[in-house]
């Protein structure tokens, strides 16, 4: 059974911090995935990453950065931490069978 | 470029009632369609993929390509299918997938 971990399910920070948001997968997935996820939103593609050290932009990426270098591992940056990126952040990878599977979430407060 | 689109915010049905969850879409091309659950406190699961055409936890979704619909649909709702659900998207291959804004379903005793 894959396994999404996010290292922490509840953040507060404060405005103008650095913030780092971690993933880990067990099970050796080229692909992985952050999303964030807003009431009345969906959910929205940060970053994505098809392989170590390779990242491409998702749909709302600014204020966002991103570091890919273990296979396992996928951080999401917060340069600045700015309070209209109060959310929840998903991420998720994707095997070969094109299944993603998501981690519980980590619900970020800016204050 | 890629869509989806939920309509309803929320859909409220009293249980023993049927229940259709809408989701319209936008490709050029092939897509790929998905249903994604999240129950409360839980995380985002998989329910259901057009390709695999089956039926889970008794919902079912047809897709069709001339509405470019791929709503989803149960005979008889249950208290315990009430959660938010996301109709996803993706292209061939490798693909990101593209969510819609999600429908909350609440059902009734």
């Known amino acids: 059974d894959v396994k999404v971990t996010q290292s922490s399910r509840y953040l507060v920070k404060r405005t103008g911090e650095k913030v780092f948001l971690e993933c880990v997968q067990d099970?050796?997935?080229?692909?992985m995935f952050w999303y964030r996820q807003d009431p009345g939103l969906g959910l929205r593609l940060i970053y994505f990453s098809y392989d170590v050290k390779m990242k491409e932009k998702g749909d709302i990426p600014e204020g966002y950065s991103v570091s890919r270098e273990k296979k396992e591992r996928f951080s999401l940056i917060l340069e600045s931490a700015s309070t209209n990126q109060t959310s929840m952040y998903l991420c998720?990878?994707?095997?070969?069978?094109?299944?993603?599977?998501f981690g519980s979430g980590t619900r970020l407060t800016v204050v | 470029a890629q869509r989806v689109t939920q309509p309803e915010k929320l859909l409220s049905v009293f249980k023993g009632a049927p229940v259709e969850l809408k989701c319209n879409y936008s490709y050029s091309g092939s897509p790929e369609l998905f249903w994604y659950v999240q129950y409360s406190r839980q995380r985002l699961q998989l329910l259901l993929r057009h390709i695999s055409r089956e039926s889970i936890k008794g919902f079912t979704a047809d897709l069709n390509k001339g509405e470019t619909s791929f709503h989803l649909k149960k005979p008889f709702a249950q208290e315990e299918d009430s959660a938010m659900y996301y109709c996803a998207l993706s292209g061939p291959g490798y693909s990101t997938l593209t969510f819609g804004k999600g429908t909350m379903l609440l059902v009734s005793p």
């Open positions: 998720a990878s994707r095997g070969h069978n094109y299944g993603y599977t």
């Open positions: 099970m050796d997935h080229e692909n």
